[in-house]
């Protein structure tokens, strides 16, 4: 498993094949689900919006303890520490997490995403420890309640074009986060090294690059680098590149009738069965699966 500069867990966000990578969970009380539960300290790789409408719910994130109540959101930035309390929430409370990609479907490296798009740079910083805890007011409670509880039925139902109109009520719930005051800063907290290896691996990820490739074009060695970019990110070098081969490779498997070897060919992989054994393995599915989304 992943791990983040701290030491803790590092959570991917599994993604399904034919769905959209944005996750709705609800629980009131005896009425609902408490998520899934972590039994220690642990950070994800993706975005999660808490909104209480009734009750409280204690959060402890980067070590600081906050008590979110009813009309609050409280946002936990990718690579946050949480630590997992006892109890479930007490009250009426929607979580709602998501990578980059579903509010950007064209996004690149994730670190670079969150950076480069006007929604989402906000929740990318080291100096916000403990999360953002942000009051809805009184009269925009009931809009919030209304895109989350479309947001949840849309992922549900899967009418057709749920897609899309999940992805809009995901884009206006951001939309509504930024009007609520958002601390946003110049300093991002991505490391400037980090932020040139994915800058090199997003030019160059549809040729045969190695890690040798990327270290020659920051400067580095390779076990200098290695060490640095796990370090700060939990993940290799290796694990970044293919991480964004995987990306386009999703998207050219859902919006094009390129075949497997032909998309292979195109994010860097001269074997296609080589790219089938890669994308089985990161997806538990094949990229032919994927296509006709079947889980």
Known sequence: MRRTAQGVPLLDYVRTAGLPAVTVQHWAGEHGSYGPRFTSAHAHD?????????????ARVDGRERTVAAGDAFVIAP?????PRERAPDGDVWAVFFPPDAVDPAAAAPLVSWR???????????????????RV????????LA??????AELR????GYADAARAHLTLLLVRLGRLGIDVTDELGVDPLVAQVLEFVENHYHEAISLRDVAAAVGLTPGHLTTAVGRATGRTVQQWITERRMREARRLLVDTDLT?????RRIGYRDAGYFVRRFRSAHRVTPTAWRRGEP
């Open 46 to 58: 993706f975005l999660l919006l808490l909104y209480v409408a009734q009750g409280t719910l204690v």
């Open 79 to 83: 690579g946050a520490v949480v630590t």
């Open 116 to 134: 480069g798009h006007p929604l989402l740079a906000p929740f990318v910083g080291n100096n916000r420890g403990g999360g953002q805890l942000l």
């Open 137 to 144: 007011p009184a009269e925009d409670r009931p809009a919030w």
């Open 147 to 152: 895109h989350l509880a479309d947001l949840d």
């Open 157 to 160: 139902l899967r009418r057709d």
């Open 260 to 264: 497997v070897a032909d998309i292979a």
